[in-house]
């Protein structure tokens, strides 16, 4: 027995009970959909820079900026929420989801003002993937250049 009375049997008992069923195979098929979906619209976005005669290094800088910008849009109205309570990670994973988790905590701690709401909130989740995504790629490159310079390539 612990503090609350209840063994061990119990307590893992009423957590199952409580607990909501998971639904694996649809949160998948939900999650490669959503995100299908947001990749299909880029590459859309892509075919007509491309049809329009823009240059690849511009076609792909441009859709960049329409898929961030449009997820900032999305989450400024609170429909970003939406798609990912269906999706799940299907939502995370492509560059919306990134624009997401920088303009949701800018949106939720305006109200603490400029410098200690936004200014010091807007990367709370972000934050993370930028450090750790630098740091891969200064190991990755390292390591490159590493064997570079000892197969004389």
Known sequence: MDQTGLTKKEYDRMVKKASPNSHMALNCAKAFVTGG???????????????????KDDTAVYTLVILI???????????????????????????????????APA????????????????????????VYGTLTSVVVGTVYYIIKVMLNV
Do not use: H
């Open 37 to 55: 979906i947001i990749c299909t619209i880029g590459q859309l976005i892509m075919s007509i820079f491309e049809n329009g005669g823009v240059s």
């Open 69 to 103: 910008f449009a997820g900032a849009v999305l989450t400024g109205f609170s429909l970003y929420d939406r798609i990912g309570e269906f999706g799940g990670a299907g939502s995370v994973v492509p560059i919306t989801g990134f624009a997401n988790s920088v303009a």
């Open 107 to 130: 949106i939720e701690f305006k109200k603490e003002g400029f410098i200690f709401g936004v200014g010091a909130k807007i990367f709370v989740i972000a934050g993370p993937v930028i």
